[in-house]
């Protein structure tokens, strides 16, 4: 057979050897060993890790690569953040948002990362950052795909103009629900809002993903709200609770209520270990609480846990770098998840799960998925979050649109070997003797 193109010898994060993958008219047509054919392009994988593309669940498009305008983040607190953005937002045109989004796409692209789920700050009337970033997912849909959330960033009550600017972007054409119940002026004003948010996602037919109890106030209990509703709407599947870091610090007994009701509601959970970790905890002494939401405890219980990165060099984080490995690294360490199949879990909290968050079609790596994949200069997926390796090259509907050198060091040492490849050091269980 012919075939548009051919990986040969890859492992899979499923721990598959030695695949090949073969593809055609955009598609993946087989997985399997040893395919033989006359191809366009044959890649070889040389026993390296190919896994579906990254995808981000959690992002705030609108403001990323702003890190330095008007002003630095000196203090690296939310509090100047927030101020930062306040300054900011006056400031922004559409084309300067489409310019910085493009130019974060690029550089996603070029980490393997194809799918991101952005929030929108809907409290600006000039609806700004919702028409650029429209326009962005129309330039970047054969490369990207760029879902959007509405996010009355200041409240859904609390912003005077903010209920009537989420519908308007609603009908401009951004595709899920938002908000921030924890920020509206009162506990029964975040739950209302809650309510109000779920009914406007059930009548127009939408997803729902709001920034749930970001704070490290353990009765900031507005899952339970949003687990309610959705079971109430018939919503089950179609909603995400992003953040949930006051379950961090919530009681015990009221935790083991908790969980199971988000389980049964089928909540998706998205916990965003790099700005969770910095931002939460900022008035503790000692212990500083690290507001990570229960992510072993939710998995355990079958829920989807997927991880976003939040930020990327914006007003309230100067990291980030486009880089989900590095999301799930942070991951590994802030939830002690660190035998194997806790490493392995949190590979797939970056890859499959966000996946059903999305509703992305045809992801993955079998037969009929389209031909999207990422080969890493890493063995298998632990190593992958190990290293956060080079992405060697980027496939989307079975072209190469990225490519990155391996990461190899010239060494100069007497006696000691010309070069060094951190992917060779992966381990190798020794066999019993
Ligand atoms: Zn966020």
Known sequence: ???????????????????????????????????????????????????????????????????????????????????????????????????????????????????????????????????????????????????????????????????????????????????IPHFERTMEDGRLSVKALCEIAAERGLMVDLHCDETDDPMSRHIESLAYETQRLGLQGRVAGSHLTSMHSMDNYYASKLLPLIAEAQIHCVPNPLANIVLQGRHDTYPKRRGMMRVPELMALGVNVAFGQDSCMDPWYSFGSADMLEVAHMAVHTGHMTSRDAVKANFKAITENPAKVFGLDGYGLAPGCNADFVLLDARDAIEAVRLKPNRLAVVRRGKVISETAPRTATLSIEGRPATVEPWRYAPVEAAAS
């Not at 057979?1 to 055609?24: E, H, Q």
């Not at 190919?50 to 995808?55: D, R, Y």
């Not at 006056?90 to 194809?114: F, H, K, N, S």
């Open 1 to 179: 057979m012919t075939f548009d193109l051919l990986v040969k010898n890859a492992n899979l994060p499923d721990d598959r050897t030695g695949i090949d993958i073969a593809v055609s008219g955009g598609k993946i047509v087989a997985v399997e060993v040893g395919i033989t054919s006359e191809v366009g392009r044959i890649i070889d994988a040389g026993g390296r890790l190919v896994t579906a593309p990254f995808i981000d669940i959690h992002f705030h498009m609108d403001a990323t690569l702003s890190l330095g305008t008007p002003r630095l983040n000196r203090s690296g607190t939310l509090l100047e953040g927030i101020q930062l953005w306040g300054e900011l937002k006056p400031l922004l045109t559409r084309d300067a948002v489409i310019e910085r989004a493009l130019r974060y796409c690029d550089l996603a692209v070029a980490q393997g990362l194809l799918a991101v789920r952005s929030h929108v700050d809907v409290c600006d009337d000039r609806l700004v950052g919702v028409e650029a970033l429209l326009e962005v997912r129309d330039l970047v849909k054969d490369y990207l795909d760029l879902q959007l959330v509405a996010f009355p960033q200041d409240g859904f009550f609390r912003a005077p103009t903010a209920a009537k600017n989420l519908i308007r972007a609603l009908d401009m054409g951004v595709e899920v629900v938002g908000g």
